[in-house]
C-alpha cells in the first residue's frame, strides 16, 4: 500500500480543494462531546479527533428516504426510475464504519443488485481516519473492526505534526494528486504510523466479547431458546432506535405516495427495522415475527450468525451506538453474548 503524508498545515487546503470540486460531508460537534456526519461549509469544521458519530454515514449512501421512481398513472402511464447522485467526499470515517460499508458494498451488489445504491456509492470517495478515541460503548476490537487495511480510498493517520495518508485505491490517489500537497512517506514516518496503529486495538480492551469472532454463531445456534431473549423482551420498547442507528443494518421498506388527483406519483423506500412490532407483517395481517422476544433474538443472530453464515463476517462491527441509543440499555451486543456464554 503507498504511503503519502500531508503536514498538518496543508490539511485545510485540501479541504478547501476538495469542497471546490464537490460535497464534501465530514465530521463536527453537533453539541458538547457529540457528533454527527454533515456537509463541511469549511475546512475549520471538520473534527477528526472524536469518539463516535450519532449515525454514521451509511444516510449519505443508503438516505433515511429515497425516492426510488416516478410514475403517472390515467391517459398516460408512465414510469421513470430516479437515480439521485452527486460527487461526495466522506471524511473521517472510522475503521469499524469503513468496514459497513464495505459490507453494505458487498450486499447491494449480490444476487438483488441495488442500482441506486451502487450509483451513490461509486460517486463517493472515502477517506477514513485512525481512531484517536474510543467512545465508552464500542467494542470493535472485538468485532476486527478497530483498524483497517481495505474499503476507504484514503486513509488519515494522525503522527503528530502530519497525516500519513494510505492509498487504497486509483480514486484516492487521484483525489490527492490532484487536491493535495502530499510527499512519499519517509520510513520514520511508516514507522510511527505502525507504532500509532499498533496501539489502536487497546484501547477496546474493558469491552470485550468473551467468545471468539468465528465461534459466535456456535453460541448463538447452542442458545437460540436461552430465557435471556424473553428477559430483553419485557424491558424492549420496540421502538427500533437500535436498528436505525446501526451502520449495517440495510432493511428498508417500500411505499407507493400519489398525488392528490390521483394522477401521478412516486415509490419510495424508508429504513425499516426488524425491532420495530410491523416489520414481519405481511398482507392479511399475518406477523412472522408478532412476539417481542423474537425480533430480539433476530437482531442478535443477523449480528453474530447469519450475516457470518453468507459473508464470512459479522453484521456487527462493535461501533457501540445501539449500546448508546438504547434507552431501557438493553441492546448492547457485548452483554448480550457475553451473559449467553455465562449462561447468566
Ligand atoms: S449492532 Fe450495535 S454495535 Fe454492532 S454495528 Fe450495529 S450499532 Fe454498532
Ligand atoms: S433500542 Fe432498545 S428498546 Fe428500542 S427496539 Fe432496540 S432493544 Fe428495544
Redesign the pocket.
Known amino acids: 500500500m503507498t504511503l503519502r503524508t500531508i503536514e498538518k498545515k496543508n490539511f485545510p487546503p485540501f479541504m478547501a480543494n476538495l469542497m471546490k470540486a464537490m460535497e464534501v460531508v465530514g465530521v463536527q460537534e453537533k453539541v458538547e462531546g457529540k457528533y454527527e456526519f454533515a456537509p463541511l461549509e469549511s475546512p475549520a469544521q471538520l473534527c477528526l479527533d472524536y469518539d463516535v458519530t450519532l449515525l454514521s454515514p451509511k444516510k449519505y449512501i443508503l438516505p433515511p428516504r429515497e425516492t426510488l421512481l416516478k410514475f403517472t398513472t390515467g391517459q398516460t402511464v408512465s414510469c421513470e426510475p430516479v437515480m439521485e447522485s452527486k460527487p461526495l467526499a466522506l471524511i473521517g470515517v472510522h475503521p469499524y464504519d469503513v468496514k ?1 460499508i464495505s459490507q453494505l458494498d458487498r450486499i447491494f451488489a449480490d444476487a438483488n443488485q441495488d442500482e441506486h445504491y451502487q450509483k451513490k456509492r461509486q460517486n463517493t470517495v472515502i477517506i477514513g481516519t485512525d481512531i484517536k478515541r474510543a467512545s465508552p460503548y464500542a467494542f470493535c476490537k472485538s468485532m476486527n473492526s478497530a483498524t483497517v487495511q481495505e474499503g476507504f480510498d484514503l486513509l488519515l493517520t494522525d503522527i503528530g505534526e502530519s497525516y500519513t495518508v494510505a492509498i487504497g485505491s486509483p480514486k484516492g490517489q487521484d483525489l490527492l494528486e490532484k487536491y493535495a500537497a502530499s510527499r512519499a512517506a519517509t520510513k520514520e514516518e511508516a514507522a510511527k504510523r505502525s507504532e500509532v496503529q499498533e496501539k489502536i486495538p487497546y484501547m477496546f480492551s474493558l469491552n470485550s466479547v468473551t467468545t471468539p469472532y468465528d465461534q459466535l454463531p456456535r453460541l448463538l445456534t447452542d442458545h437460540a431458546e436461552d430465557k435471556l431473549f424473553n428477559e430483553l423482551a419485557e424491558k424492549c420498547f420496540s421502538c427500533g432506535s ?1 436498528n436505525l ?5 440495510y432493511c428498508f421498506d417500500v411505499q407507493d405516495d400519489m398525488a392528490l388527483n390521483l394522477t401521478a406519483g412516486e415509490r419510495f423506500r424508508l429504513w425499516d427495522g426488524c425491532l420495530l412490532e410491523g416489520f414481519a407483517e405481511v398482507a392479511g395481517g399475518e406477523n412472522f415475527r408478532e412476539d417481542r422476544s423474537e425480533r430480539v433474538r433476530h437482531r442478535i443472530f443477523r ?1 453474530g450468525k447469519y450475516i457470518y453464515e453468507k459473508y464470512g463476517e459479522h453484521g ?8 448508546s441509543a438504547c434507552l431501557p440499555d438493553i ?1 448492547n ?1 457485548v452483554e448480550i453474548f457475553n451473559r449467553l456464554k455465562e449462561g447468566k
Open positions: 459497513a437500535c442507528v446501526c451502520p449495517t443494518c449480528k456487527c462491527v462493535g461501533c457501540g451506538r445501539c449500546a441492546a451486543p
